[in-house]
């Protein structure tokens, strides 16, 4: 292996240790807002969400 595969191989590994948790934070806290968001207006408005009652 040459340096650059080394150096790519090392890149890689800091990017997936500092961009993982991100990405799971992102994927996973960030569409839980939207819905609380959501469920807090409905209950506020009591307007009748047929696509959201699934």
């Known amino acids: ?3 650059i595969a080394i150096f790519g191989l090392v890149y890689w590994l800091i990017c997936m240790i500092l961009f993982g948790p991100l990405m799971f934070f ?3 806290y960030l569409p839980e807002v939207p819905v609380r968001y959501v469920k807090s207006l409905r209950q506020q408005t ?3 969400f047929t696509l959201l009652d699934r």
Do not use: G, T
């Open 1 to 3: 292996m040459d340096a």
């Open 26 to 28: 992102v994927c996973v």
């Open 46 to 48: 009591r307007v009748p």
